[in-house]
């Protein structure tokens, strides 16, 4: 390739990977800006932001923020939907008709459409891509299009603690009860107890806990041992550095096993009348002493 045009895609490379740096900083910069909390809630009137809370940016479709209130220290992720009413600008009176408790997370891309009340405990996390709704669409009517036939309400309720899992979707009329799972993916209506387990479509209790036998049917794993509160970064790092440590030197002593109990490969038997192989300079002296004990004249004038 001729020298200029090796210098004309070095160039170009060069260019290319500070574009890229450019547009990433100026995108974390974007986002940084466009994020809404209660100091900066941008072109929004949320009826309550409690403190800490966020939503990132990009937002996703919002309307009626008069009737939603956010609790505090909640996280929002990107492209979330949070809308109150059918449409914008409706009237939906004094109440509030969509609250979020404190430390609720919503994962990237949710949906949380509410016309009646729809409530959230505090600490519930939702996965991303989870569909909450007061609202479904009718079809009494089989001469109307579905779409234009004035849909059913009902409020909701996700009891505290909650966790849904990414894709869950949670049905007009639907009360989960305190700390309830929802697998990915289940469509769940009804009402769902404490402490139970749900999955599927439509979802069904697959494991619930009781006091006096705890979860049933049993947990296949053993319960993680959390991390002491009192415990510094510092620590946490060391703890990480020496657990690496602990690896590798484990990952050593089992190859040095590997190694040891390799057994050496097995010499070729000899064919009837055929001499054993030898290799190597050892072999070959071997087969210089032996002629000259046949021949002990050899070499003699």
Not at 178 to 188: D, E, I, K, M
Not at 265 to 292: C, H, I, S, V
Request: proline content about 10%.
């Amino acid at each position: 390739m001729p020298k200029n045009e090796n210098l004309f895609s070095s160039w170009r490379g060069r260019c290319g990977r500070v574009t890229s740096r450019l547009v990433h900083r100026g995108w974390r910069a974007v986002q940084r800006a466009g994020a809404v909390t209660a100091e900066r809630p941008g072109p929004y009137r949320f009826g309550r932001i409690g403190v800490g809370t966020r939503l990132a940016f990009p937002q996703g479709t919002v309307f009626g923020e008069p009737w939603i209130e956010l609790g505090e220290h909640c996280v929002i992720g990107e492209q979330v939907t949070l809308t109150a009413g059918m449409m914008p600008g409706a009237d939906l009176g004094p109440d509030p008709v969509l609250r979020i408790g404190n430390g609720v997370v919503l994962g990237r891309g949710s949906h949380v459409i509410a016309s009646v009340p729809v409530e959230f405990g505090d600490d519930v996390f939702c996965g991303p891509y989870v569909y909450v709704t007061s609202d479904n669409h009718s079809y009494d009517d089989p001469d109307q299009p579905i779409g234009r036939q004035w849909p059913r309400s009902v409020p909701v309720r996700i009891g505290p603690g909650s966790w849904l899992g990414a894709g869950a979707v949670i049905l007009p009329g639907a009360r989960l009860g305190r700390n309830v799972v929802v697998a990915a993916g289940a469509v769940v209506r009804g009402e769902v107890p404490d402490h139970a387990v749900v999955a599927g479509a439509p979802a069904r209790i697959i494991r619930r806990w009781a006091p006096d036998e705890g979860w049933q049917p049993p947990l296949r794993t053993p319960a993680p041992v959390p991390i002491p509160e009192d415990m510094t970064v510092e620590q946490l790092l060391a703890l990480a550095r020496l657990e690496r440590e602990q690896e590798r030197e484990q990952g050593r002593q089992h190859q040095e096993e590997r190694t040891r109990g390799r057994k050496p490969e097995r010499a070729r038997e000899p064919e009837p009348g055929q001499e054993p192989e030898q290799k190597g300079e050892p072999g070959r002296e071997r087969e210089r002493e032996r002629g000259l004990e046949r021949e002990p004249g050899a070499g003699a004038s």
